[in-house]
C-alpha cells in the first residue's frame, strides 16, 4: 500500500511539472543592447507568470526583421524606417508600438575646421546604410544645400568603429545614435553640430516593435499582453531614471555617459494617428530620397489596436 501511494505521488508530481511546462508560454523577444531600447528587459516583470521571455540581443534592424519572418522571433524592434522599407517590398511586417525617439547626432572632430553643415562639403561622413540615420544624414545635407551623393563621400562605417574612425582622422563626420556622439563628446575628440531631426511633419520619431501579420491573426491575445508589458517597461523606466540607465550601463556604456545621453533619448511606446502621419512623411521623404521605389500600404503596417486596448485598460 505504502509502495502504491509513492508511485502515485511520483506520477502526479509528474503530471503536475509536465503540464506546467506545457502551459508556460515561451515567448522570444530582438532588440538592441542599448539604453534607448531597453525595455524588452524588463518585461517579464510585468507579464503573467505564465509567460517566459527570452530576450536575444542584435546589432542591426535587419537581422531582427529577418529572424521574425523566419519564426525564430515572435517580437523584434526596428527603426521606422525599416519598418517602412520591408512594408515597401510586400514583407508581411506589422507595427504595433513605438520604442523610442530622438537619439541620433552629427559629430565632427573637436577643434576642426568644421563649425556648419555647409562645412562638410567634401569631407568623408561616416554612416552605417539603411538606417534611420542614413535618412537622417540625407535630409540634413539637403536642406543645407549639398548633394549626399556628389558633394560629400558617404563611407560605411560600422557604429562601433565611428568614433576610433573620426579620432584618427578616417572620416571627418559621422551620423549615429546615442551613445556614440556622447561618447566622442566624453572622451574628447568630437563636438555635436547639430541633432538632426525631421521639421514639424516627421518629428522625432525613431523606432517600434514589430510582429508578424500572422501573429496578429493567430495569437492576438499575446501581442497583446507584449505592449501590455511594453507600455508598462517604458513607463516605469521613465519614471525611475536611476534604474533605467544603471541597468543600461551593465551593456557596456559607462553610468557617466549615459548620464549625459540621457536627455538625447527617450523611451517610447504610444503610437496614435499623428504617428502615423509622421511616418507616412517619413516614408515621403525617403521615396524622395530614392530610398525606396514606392510607398507601403500603412493601413497594413500600423496596427493600433493592441495600443488602444491598452489605454483602454490602463
Not at 84 to 103: D, F, T, W, Y
Request: positive net charge; proline residues 5%.
Amino acid at each position: 500500500m505504502k509502495r502504491l501511494s509513492v508511485v502515485f505521488l511520483f506520477l502526479a508530481c509528474s503530471l503536475f511539472f509536465a503540464r506546467g511546462v506545457v502551459l508556460a508560454e515561451k515567448i522570444k523577444i530582438g532588440t538592441w543592447k542599448t539604453a534607448q531600447t531597453i525595455q524588452p528587459f524588463f518585461y517579464e516583470k510585468f507579464l503573467p507568470p505564465d509567460k517566459e521571455v527570452s530576450i536575444f540581443s542584435f546589432t542591426n534592424p535587419a537581422d531582427q526583421k529577418v529572424a521574425l519572418l523566419a519564426g525564430s522571433l515572435d517580437m523584434c524592434g526596428t527603426t521606422l524606417a525599416h519598418a517602412i522599407h520591408s512594408a515597401s517590398r510586400g514583407q508581411p511586417v506589422v507595427l504595433v508600438a513605438a520604442l523610442c525617439n530622438k537619439c541620433s547626432a552629427l559629430v565632427v572632430k573637436k577643434g576642426g575646421p568644421i563649425k556648419a553643415i555647409n562645412d562638410l562639403r567634401g569631407k568623408k561622413i561616416g554612416y552605417v546604410p539603411g538606417t534611420m540615420h542614413e535618412i537622417l544624414l540625407r535630409e540634413t545635407l539637403t536642406r543645407n544645400g549639398l548633394s549626399p551623393d556628389k558633394d560629400v563621400r558617404l563611407t560605411r562605417v560600422d557604429f562601433f568603429d565611428m568614433g576610433m574612425a573620426l579620432a584618427g582622422g578616417g572620416i571627418d563626420a559621422f551620423l549615429s545614435g546615442e551613445p556614440f556622439p556622447t561618447i566622442a563628446l566624453h572622451e574628447g575628440y568630437g563636438k555635436i553640430l547639430s541633432y538632426p531631426y525631421y521639421g514639424e511633419s516627421i518629428g522625432t520619431i525613431n523606432a517600434g516593435l514589430l510582429v508578424k501579420r500572422k501573429t496578429i491573426e493567430e495569437n492576438p491575445e499575446l501581442v497583446y499582453r507584449l505592449v501590455l508589458a511594453h507600455s508598462r517597461a517604458t513607463r516605469y523606466l521613465k519614471s525611475h531614471e536611476d534604474e533605467w540607465l544603471k541597468k543600461a550601463s551593465t551593456f557596456g556604456t559607462p553610468l557617466e555617459i549615459l548620464k549625459k545621453a540621457a536627455p538625447n533619448m527617450e523611451l517610447a511606446w504610444h503610437m496614435d494617428a499623428s504617428f502615423i502621419a509622421r511616418a507616412r512623411s517619413l516614408g515621403e521623404r525617403m521615396q524622395a530620397l530614392g530610398i525606396i521605389e514606392k510607398q507601403p500600404d500603412y493601413e497594413k503596417l500600423f496596427d493600433l489596436t493592441f495600443v488602444k486596448r491598452v489605454l483602454k485598460n490602463k
